[in-house]
Each structure stands twice: as structure tokens, then as C-alpha cells.
């Protein structure tokens, strides 16, 4: 009895052990119980009944990227290229990934290459290369609506290369060059129209400085001359003024000396002859002069004899 106790025993803690499962994170077991579906675990430590119950998959929950080989598809004007796409999805339902589909992944591939075909066959060429957002969204969307009952979630579709024909890739390479080769010429274009313009303007700017220049010399020739003039017309002003003070000052010795009649002909005489060495062309002798003249003559005439 000893010795099958212990045998019991050691098979009593076999099973036991053998029951027990701990379930990683983020990961999840699908239980079977005598071939049909029992449960799902979840993270953590749970047991189950030896022999009776198996773990039918394991399952991961986090996101899984798959990348699917080029598809050939055809545009709406009939170019053929080759696309490969790259799908995020995650399984949100481990009960109808395991039950729902045979080959979740190959589905999904298949999936993905019809609706990449039907997306493509309503495009063209020029559309299908500037289009990928679009793509990409109208894919999710499908891809997501298709995959619910298979307890999958698509994230997210990208186009991960797009491969044309070669004829397709050496005019479109062609086309490239001669835009960029355009551009270049529009922006030699612009630089020379602006540099012209700023010639333009740089020498417009350079005359305009020029006429002030000239204006300005010209304002200070016209302003130097009319304080020449007036230097000149003050000059002579000042000379008239000591002239006509001399005279005064000589009328007023006459009559402080109390001067005859005959000195103050005299006088008149001397004014006389100064305004004969002037420019007039007709002189016009007062009466009291020429009496003086001949009065003149007279004293001459005796102090000859």
C-alpha cells in the first residue's frame, strides 16, 4: 500500500501542475473542452481540468503588421503596375479568430489584393500615383468591415510601393526632367527680371540724387550771387552815403567859417566840373552858374596883367 499511495500522489501532483497555466500579457488562450469551445483566457494564472480540457491556440492581442508581396493591378486606362501593401491589424475576438476563418492572414491577403484591384480599376495612372491617402483610407475601411466576423480590427492600409511599367517609369522620368528643366528657366527668368528691375530702379535712384545735386548747386550759386549783389549794392550805398556826408560835412565847415558869395560859386564850380567828367551828353548850366563863369574869367584875365 506504501508504494502505490506515493505513486497516487506523485500523479495527484502531475496533474495538478499540468493544469495550471499562466497566460502572458497581452495574449490569450482559447480553451477547448472535449473538442468544442469552453472559454477564453486572459492574462494571468488559471487552471484547468487534466485531460478534459486543452489549450486549442494561443493568441497574441497586439497590433501585427503584415506585409503582402506585390499585387499586379490595372489602372482605368489600362496601365498594369505592382503594388504591395502593408496591413496593421489586431484580433479584438480570440474566440472568432480561431472559429470564424481557416487562414485569417491568407484571407486578409486575398482580401486586401481584391480591394486593391477594385480601388485601382476606377483611377488613372496620374490619380493612382497622387492618390495614396485615399487609397489607403477606402481600404481600412473596407478591410475593417470585412474582417469584423473574424474578430479582427484593421488599423491601418499603406501602399507601400507602387511600381509601374518600365516604358511608364522612363516617360514619367522624362516628364520630371522637363518640368524641372521649366522651372529652372522661370526662375532664371524671374532672377534676370529682377535683377533689371532693381538695375532700373538703382539707376533712376542714382539720377534723381544727380537732379538734387544740381539743385541744390544751383540754389546755392543763385544764393551766393544774391549776397554778392546785395554785399555790392550795400557797398556802393555806403559809399554814396559817405560822399553825400562829405558834402554835408563841407557845406557845414562853409557855413561855420561863414563863407562870401564867391567861395560858394566857387564850390559850385568845382560840383559842376565833377558832373561834367560824367556821361551825360547834354549839360544844362544854370544862369547863377555861368555868371559865376564869367566872374571866373574876369579874375583870371587880371591876374594875367
Same mark, same amino acid.
Given at each position: 500500500?506504501?508504494?502505490?499511495?506515493?505513486?497516487?500522489?506523485?500523479?495527484?501532483?502531475?496533474?495538478?501542475?499540468?493544469?495550471?497555466?499562466?497566460?502572458?500579457?497581452?495574449?490569450?488562450?482559447?480553451?477547448?473542452?472535449?473538442?468544442?469551445?469552453?472559454?477564453?483566457?486572459?492574462?494571468?494564472?488559471?487552471?484547468?481540468?487534466?485531460?478534459?480540457?486543452?489549450?486549442?491556440?494561443?493568441?497574441?492581442?497586439?497590433?501585427?503588421?503584415?506585409?503582402?508581396?506585390?499585387?499586379?493591378?490595372?489602372?482605368k486606362d489600362n496601365v498594369t503596375m505592382r503594388i504591395d501593401t502593408v496591413v496593421f491589424f489586431q484580433i479584438t475576438d480570440p474566440k472568432l479568430?480561431?472559429?470564424?476563418?481557416?487562414?485569417?492572414?491568407?484571407?486578409?491577403?486575398?482580401?486586401?489584393?481584391?480591394?486593391?484591384?477594385?480601388?485601382?480599376?476606377?483611377?488613372?495612372?496620374?490619380?493612382?500615383?497622387?492618390?495614396?491617402?485615399?487609397?489607403?483610407?477606402?481600404?481600412?475601411?473596407?478591410?475593417d468591415e470585412a474582417t469584423d466576423p473574424w474578430g479582427i480590427k484593421v488599423n491601418r492600409v499603406e501602399l507601400k510601393n507602387i511600381i509601374p511599367?518600365?516604358?511608364?517609369?522612363?516617360?514619367?522620368?522624362?516628364?520630371?526632367?522637363?518640368?524641372?528643366?521649366?522651372?529652372?528657366? &522661370? @526662375?532664371? #527668368?524671374?532672377? +534676370? $527680371?529682377?535683377? =533689371?528691375? %532693381?538695375? /532700373?530702379?538703382? *539707376? !533712376?535712384?542714382?539720377? &534723381? @540724387?544727380? #537732379?538734387?545735386? +544740381? $539743385?541744390?548747386? =544751383?540754389? %546755392?550759386? /543763385?544764393?551766393? *550771387? !544774391?549776397?554778392?549783389? &546785395?554785399?555790392? #549794392?550795400?557797398?556802393?550805398?555806403?559809399?554814396?552815403?559817405?560822399?553825400?556826408?562829405?558834402?554835408?560835412?563841407?557845406?557845414?565847415?562853409l557855413k561855420d567859417a561863414q563863407a562870401d558869395n564867391s567861395v560858394i560859386q566857387l564850390k559850385s564850380l568845382e560840383a559842376f566840373e565833377k558832373?561834367?567828367?560824367?556821361?551825360?551828353?547834354?549839360?544844362?548850366?544854370?544862369?547863377?552858374?555861368?555868371?559865376?563863369?564869367?566872374?571866373?574869367?574876369?579874375?583870371?584875365?587880371?591876374?594875367?596883367?
Amino acid at each position: 500500500m506504501g508504494p502505490f499511495i506515493v505513486f497516487l500522489c506523485f500523479l495527484g501532483i502531475v496533474l495538478i501542475i499540468s493544469s495550471i497555466r499562466i497566460v502572458p500579457q497581452a495574449h490569450a488562450y482559447v480553451i477547448e473542452r472535449l473538442g468544442t469551445y469552453n472559454g477564453t483566457w486572459s492574462a494571468g494564472f488559471n487552471m484547468m481540468i487534466p485531460i478534459i480540457d486543452k489549450v486549442s491556440r494561443r493568441i497574441t492581442l497586439k497590433e501585427q503588421v503584415v506585409d503582402f508581396a506585390p499585387q499586379p493591378v490595372i489602372t482605368k486606362d489600362n496601365v498594369t503596375m505592382r503594388i504591395d501593401t502593408v496591413v496593421f491589424f489586431q484580433i479584438t475576438d480570440p474566440k472568432l479568430f480561431c472559429y470564424g476563418v481557416e487562414n485569417p492572414i491568407m484571407a486578409i491577403e486575398n482580401l486586401t489584393a481584391t480591394t486593391l484591384r477594385n480601388i485601382i480599376g476606377d483611377l488613372e495612372l496620374d490619380q493612382t500615383l497622387t492618390s495614396r491617402e485615399t487609397i489607403n483610407t477606402k481600404m481600412r475601411a473596407t478591410l475593417d468591415e470585412a474582417t469584423d466576423p473574424w474578430g479582427i480590427k484593421v488599423n491601418r492600409v499603406e501602399l507601400k510601393n507602387i511600381i509601374p511599367p518600365a516604358a511608364i517609369q522612363d516617360a514619367m522620368e522624362k516628364q520630371m526632367k522637363a518640368e524641372r528643366e521649366r522651372r529652372e528657366q &522661370i @526662375l532664371i #527668368a524671374e532672377g +534676370e $527680371k529682377k535683377s =533689371a528691375i %532693381l538695375r /532700373a530702379e538703382g *539707376k !533712376k535712384e542714382s539720377l &534723381i @540724387l544727380e #537732379a538734387q545735386a +544740381e $539743385k541744390e548747386s =544751383a540754389i %546755392l550759386r /543763385a544764393e551766393a *550771387k !544774391k549776397e554778392a549783389t &546785395i554785399r555790392e #549794392a550795400e557797398g556802393q550805398a555806403q559809399a554814396i552815403l559817405a560822399v553825400q556826408k562829405a558834402n554835408a560835412d563841407g557845406l557845414t565847415f562853409l557855413k561855420d567859417a561863414q563863407a562870401d558869395n564867391s567861395v560858394i560859386q566857387l564850390k559850385s564850380l568845382e560840383a559842376f566840373e565833377k558832373a561834367a567828367d560824367g556821361q551825360a551828353t547834354k549839360i544844362i548850366i544854370p544862369s547863377e552858374i555861368q555868371n559865376m563863369a564869367g566872374f571866373v574869367t574876369s579874375l583870371t584875365e587880371l591876374g594875367k596883367q
